[in-house]
């Protein structure tokens, strides 16, 4: 009787082990929280499934890290886990919240880069949104190693960085950052190509020529007007005589544009010195600006000045040109 009672005894212990042992598997496995608020994790580069399931318990959106790691190990998650931010929640159970991160959907950030922004304004955005070091950007911008990856004949990716309403996740590096902003223009350039090619305009010369209409007026229906004045300055070969670019030139403008600065023959974007575009792009212009080059509104303006208004006052001749100067702006140096 003794000897059975014993084994009894053993055997309830045992059932009694296993239930304590289910009742705790399911407690780990269980939400840590089920009123739990989403909150951002961060899944540091290269990081061990072993690392990330202690920082899911220490930051409470679980119950165990060991159970985490288990049920990682068990699907075979162990170094797959894609790094960036997830908005997780202790509401969710450790075998969400690891589908979750095998999913690779990280939390992306708006930020809107308009067109007319320099490489430098750009890269200022981007770095007080807290997507990119503004000094690593600005290397990324100038090195040839991805511009030649990008197939970009250029000397930097200035005017090539697209404007656009971006959703991007922190934790990219500079360089995957430029990759991303370029690749819209590239798209756009794609259909444009021929085209271009047709008329002899390389690349380089539509963005150039797009990023200076981009800056000389924000009218949408007068962007074909300015490329048409561009366009046909540049046929006479004549000067464009373009502010903005001269602007570009000038280290620390102070918003005022002198005389000098318009003799400043040292100036390589001083448009009032060269008779041809200048080296490369002075801004970011946008798809209208692009398509405006290669699709220049059919008239024989040579001349432009602004209404201030927004609109500007277009002639054909210097006469007229004149004329339209004295009315809207006495001052005007074009």
Excluded at 40 to 50: I, R
Excluded at 106 to 118: A, Q, S
Excluded at 212 to 225: D, S
Excluded at 257 to 277: F, H, S, V, W
Aim: hydrophobic share 45%; charged share 20%; aromatic share 6%.
């Amino acid at each position: 009787m003794r000897r059975g009672g014993l084994l009894l005894t053993g055997a309830a212990l045992a059932l009694l082990g296993a239930g304590v042992a289910a009742m705790s598997l399911r407690w780990a496995l269980s939400a840590a929280d089920p009123q739990g608020a989403a909150i951002v994790f961060t899944v540091a580069p290269g990081e061990s499934l072993c690392a990330i399931a202690r920082n899911l318990e220490h930051e409470k959106l679980v119950r165990s890290a060991r159970a985490v790691e288990w049920i990682g190990r068990l699907r075979g998650l162990d170094g797959s886990l894609r790094r960036g931010e997830y908005s997780l929640s202790a509401a969710q159970s450790p075998g969400e919240i690891l589908s979750h991160l095998a999913s690779g959907d990280i939390v992306n950030y708006p930020v809107v880069l308009p067109e007319g922004f320099t490489a430098a304004q750009i890269g200022a955005r981007l770095a007080a949104a807290g997507l990119v070091d503004e000094t690593a950007f600005a290397e990324a911008v100038h090195d040839p190693a991805l511009i030649a990856s990008l197939g970009i004949e250029a000397d930097s990716l200035e005017g090539y960085l697209f404007p656009e309403t971006y959703l991007l996740p922190k934790g990219l590096s500079a360089d995957e950052v430029a990759r991303i902003l370029v690749q819209p223009l590239l798209h756009v350039w794609r259909d444009l190509e021929p085209l271009a090619a047709k008329q002899g305009f390389s690349q380089h010369e539509v963005v150039t020529l797009a990023s200076i209409v981009e800056k000389e007026t924000g009218v949408p229906e007068e962007r074909a007007l300015v490329a048409a004045v561009f366009r046909n300055r540049l046929g006479r070969r004549m000067r464009l005589e373009s502010d903005p670019t001269v602007i570009y030139g000038i280290a620390g403008f102070d918003g005022n544009l002198r005389r000098k600065d318009l003799e400043n023959e040292g100036n390589p974007y001083n448009t009032y010195r060269i008779a041809a575009l200048p080296p490369g792009p002075i801004a970011s212009p946008g798809a209208a600006s692009l398509r405006a080059v290669v699709t220049p509104a059919p008239s024989k303006y040579l001349y432009f000045v602004a209404r201030n208004d927004g609109t500007h006052a277009f002639s054909s001749t210097l006469r007229d040109h004149s004329r339209a100067v004295e009315r809207y702006q006495k001052n005007s140096t074009r």
